[in-house]
């Protein structure tokens, strides 16, 4: 059974900075593209980075490019996202995800997708 964990989520105020972290089980990590996202409310789910635990080839959404940095770590199954100089705009739930893909400044989830249950992230003004 495929799981994804999401912690680490909380608030914090603008220019702070959170870690995310996504551990992953029941399939083969280290061969994947695994991916971050994030809903507020009332709004569209957006992609904000994507990363490949073959090569470490890694995509981010023009919204958080030189700002957020995804990794993993693939000896735990676990990725990151470190998340600084944090915005008001970036609250939302964030979700880990299999399966996505980036170009051109956007992230999206592909067709063999699983989530977790997500964390959230609140910046305050």
């Known amino acids: 059974e495929v799981q994804l964990v999401e912690s680490g989520g909380g608030l914090v105020q603008a220019g702070g900075s959170l870690r995310l972290s996504c551990a992953a089980s029941?399939?083969?990590?280290?061969?994947?593209?695994i991916g971050w996202f994030r809903q507020a409310p009332g709004q569209e789910r957006e992609g904000v980075s994507c990363?490949?635990?073959?090569?470490?080839?890694?995509y981010y959404a023009d919204s958080v490019k030189g700002r957020f940095t995804i990794s993993s770590d693939n000896s735990k199954n676990t990725v990151y996202l470190q998340m600084n100089s944090l915005k008001p705009e970036d609250t939302a739930v964030y979700y880990c995800?299999?399966?996505?893909?980036?170009?051109?400044?956007?992230?999206?989830?592909?067709?063999?997708?699983?989530w977790g249950q997500g964390t959230q992230v609140i910046v305050s003004s």
């Open positions: 990363i490949s635990t073959s090569d470490g080839s890694t």
């Open positions: 995800a299999t399966d996505c893909h980036g170009s051109m400044g956007t992230v999206v989830a592909g067709p063999k997708d699983y």
């Open positions: 029941g399939f083969t990590f280290d061969d994947v593209a």
